[in-house]
């Protein structure tokens, strides 16, 4: 086995892509002036292992903290960890941590906080999203680097996948919200393809396939012709992940939920 393809496998499925939040896709409620009934509660515990090929790979846990204020507002939290496992940790050891801050009716990001710990590689972001005057300033390691004009409603790579959850997913519907990082400013955009049953390691679940588009995406998305990326969600209004897969030059990396917790409803 080639050490170098190798290690950009496991940088992409733990960090470039562990669900793909970046690329979720979800599609605000127009018109809708009511209460808002979340599918997820605080103390949610979701946990994915991650495989590269046959691989294992390592594990990352998505959560839904209590809420909590972030710089002075009320604010809904979410919490992603990745780490890998101690083989992988021996060719590229990876532990990160996401933290990120909605407003309360789940509108629009406020505040996006990433601890990255890879192989030798530490750095630490902030992107502080400006409301009044519509920008996202990224900081990192301490050090403003860039400024990013924002579009209404936007939402962070993790935020963006519990936003996506609200919502009705129709065979044939197609889905899309503006998404940043802080460095750049996109619109997601999706379809969802079909119903099926799914079976992971945490049950057997009716599903529904989603598809993102990947046109903004970069890296060893954009290397491989025939990339394709596939997510299965819970066919129910908990809009649970149960599979994230992705065939690319590299190879194919698989994210599949091993246990839930404290899930709503």
Request: aromatic share 10%; charged share 25%.
């Amino acid at each position: 086995m080639r050490k170098a393809p190798l290690l950009k496998g496991l940088a992409f499925i733990i960090v470039a892509g562990l669900f793909l939040a970046f690329v979720l896709p979800a599609f605000c409620i127009a018109g809708d002036t009511g209460k808002k009934v979340l599918p997820f509660l605080p103390g949610e515990k979701l946990v994915f292992g991650l495989k590269w090929a046959f691989i294992p790979a390592g594990q990352a846990v998505l959560e839904v903290m209590p809420d909590t204020v972030y710089k002075g507002q009320p604010a809904k939290h979410f919490r992603l960890t990745a780490r890998t496992n101690e083989f992988v940790d021996n060719f590229f050891k990876v532990r990160n941590v996401i933290d990120a801050y909605c407003d309360m009716d789940m509108t629009r990001t406020i505040g996006y906080v990433k601890e990255q710990r890879e192989g030798s590689s530490i750095h630490d972001v902030i992107v502080e999203f400006d409301w009044e005057n519509k920008v996202a300033h990224f900081f990192e390691d301490g050090k403003l680097e860039r400024e990013t004009p924002l579009m209404e409603g936007a939402f962070d790579p993790l935020s963006v996948f519990y936003r996506f959850r609200m919502e009705s997913m129709q065979p044939g519907g197609i889905h899309e919200i503006p998404v940043t990082d802080g460095k750049r400013m996109v619109m997601g955009k999706g379809k969802v393809v079909k119903r099926e049953n799914r079976k992971v390691k945490a049950g057997n679940f009716p599903s529904v396939l989603f598809e993102p588009e990947l046109t903004h995406i970069g890296g060893v998305f954009e290397q491989s012709p025939h990339a394709k990326l596939q997510v299965w969600l819970s066919d129910d209004a908990r809009k649970i992940v149960l599979r994230v897969r992705s065939a690319v030059v590299i190879g194919s990396f698989t994210a599949e939920l091993e246990e839930a917790h404290n899930i709503a409803h």
